[in-house]
């Protein structure tokens, strides 16, 4: 299996940054995507940021400009580092991953890492 751990979640003001961690672990697997998502009380999980080795990462239009996801593959972390932060950004963040292991591929979660805003 591949087990994710995220961190970084906080109480930030509006306009203020947060970075998020989410780091990869497990034995013999190989990552295809890794990404974040995002719930916020009420919602449905949306999708915020994805990042894949050789391509564009794909952003959220209401995150955009704001938000950037990056890799480090030799650690088998994705970062997601948030500036300008809005209220409506609160949420619970959850960190993807889409690997193979053991010749399956399949889609493994993080347990999440709450993102509050507020003044």
């Known amino acids: 299996q591949v087990q994710l751990v995220e961190s970084g979640g906080g109480l930030v003001q509006p306009g203020g940054s947060l970075r998020l961690s989410c780091a990869a672990s497990?034995?013999?697997?190989?990552?295809?995507?890794m990404g974040w998502y995002r719930q916020a009380p009420g919602k449905q999980r949306e999708l915020v940021a994805t990042?894949?080795?050789?391509?564009?990462?794909n952003y959220a239009d209401s995150v955009k400009g704001r938000f950037t996801i990056s890799s480090d593959n030799a650690k088998n972390t994705v970062y997601l580092q948030m500036n300008s932060l809005k209220p409506e950004d609160a949420a619970v963040y959850y960190c993807?991953?889409?690997?193979?292991?053991?010749?399956?591929?399949?889609?493994?979660w993080g347990k999440g890492t709450l993102v509050t805003v507020s003044s």
């Open positions: 993807k991953c889409n690997a193979r292991w053991v010749g399956v591929l399949g889609d493994y």
């Open positions: 497990g034995s013999d697997f190989t990552i295809n995507e």
């Open positions: 990042i894949t080795s050789g391509a564009m990462p």
